[in-house]
């Protein structure tokens, strides 16, 4: 009902920028939170940011200061802008969205790597 489809991921230098965004459509209208998560190997998948459809924000502690979470409702887009990446900031990020009746979808997934 809600298909989800990440982009902007890819090989950046530590201290670098990226800008992912998520692309959500079909049912749209009962979207109520987005979110990015990430998952590296060996690793469970993580919360990295999260926004209602108010605007409310909230964020994990190691990503704090460096990642910002955005939201176009109109265009049905959820960003991430990534700031003074580390190393560790190394995974595959995955767009989230749920909707007003608790059902959860997630896209495909994009793979983000810090290295030198």
């Known amino acids: 009902q809600v298909q989800l489809v990440e982009s902007g991921g890819g090989l950046v230098q530590p201290g670098g920028s990226l800008r992912l965004s998520c692309a959500a459509s079909g049912s749209v209208f009962g979207i109520n939170v987005m979110g990015w998560y990430r998952q590296a190997p060996g690793n469970q998948r993580e919360l990295v940011a999260a926004i209602t459809s108010g605007g409310s924000t909230n964020y994990a502690d190691s990503v704090k200061g460096r990642f910002s979470i955005s939201r176009d409702n109109a265009k049905n887009t959820m960003y991430l802008q990534m700031n003074s990446l580390k190393p560790e900031d190394t995974a595959v990020y995955y767009c989230?969205?749920?909707?007003?009746?608790?059902?959860?979808?997630w896209g495909q997934g994009t793979q983000v790597t810090v290295s030198s």
């Open positions: 989230n969205a749920e909707t007003y009746w608790r059902r959860a979808y």
